[in-house]
């Protein structure tokens, strides 16, 4: 992503006026997509939900974590299919680590699919570790469940990734 490009963007607070948006960008990103009450309850619990808009006011990510004590927990994070391969997501990473680091949390958390090899290289070249698998954890097809993986990234200090450092 350029830094002209980048400079465009804009990470704002998700609002009950953008859940709609939301979730037309969650259904047709999954085939077991969150529902208009979990990004609901989200709001009302005070979650860090953020939204990624261009210059013209359009979605192009979004993502949802929950503060804990010294740590923050990735609950979802999500950029529109067509959007996908453009750095959106990392610059999406990037703005939560700094929000761990204003909070001082010193450990970002996530679960993923493990058949999203995509998300999980992702992750990975971002500084995450997996730390364990949590079974049967998603919805699958044929009304089957399937593992998570659980990763973990270090945030600040000396063995942690600090905003800075993602530049």
């Given at each position: 992503m350029s830094a002209s490009h980048s400079s465009s963007l804009r990470l704002l607070p998700m609002t009950q006026q953008s859940v709609d948006l939301v979730l037309g960008i969650e259904e047709s990103a999954y085939a077991f997509p969150w529902t208009r009450g979990n990004f609901v309850d989200s709001l009302a619990a005070n979650h860090i939900c953020r939204i990624l808009c261009d210059e013209r006011g359009a979605v192009l990510a979004y993502f949802i974590a929950m503060p804990g004590v010294d740590?923050?927990?990735?609950?979802?994070?999500?950029?529109?299919?067509?959007?996908?391969?453009?750095?959106?997501?990392?610059?999406?990473?990037?703005?939560?680590?700094?929000?761990?680091?204003?909070?001082?949390?010193?450990?970002?958390?996530?679960?993923?699919?493990?058949s999203n090899h995509r998300a999980l290289r992702i992750y990975e070249r971002f500084g995450f570790v997996g730390k364990g698998v949590r079974k049967r954890y998603y919805p699958a097809a044929g009304d089957t469940r399937e593992d998570a993986v659980v990763m973990s990234l270090g945030i600040g200090g000396a063995s942690g990734v600090t905003s800075h450092a993602l530049e």
């Open positions: 740590e923050m927990h990735l609950l979802n994070i999500t950029v529109v299919p067509g959007a996908q391969g453009h750095g959106h997501g990392r610059a999406l990473l990037r703005a939560l680590v700094k929000l761990c680091e204003d909070r001082a949390a010193s450990e970002l958390w996530l679960e993923v699919r493990q």
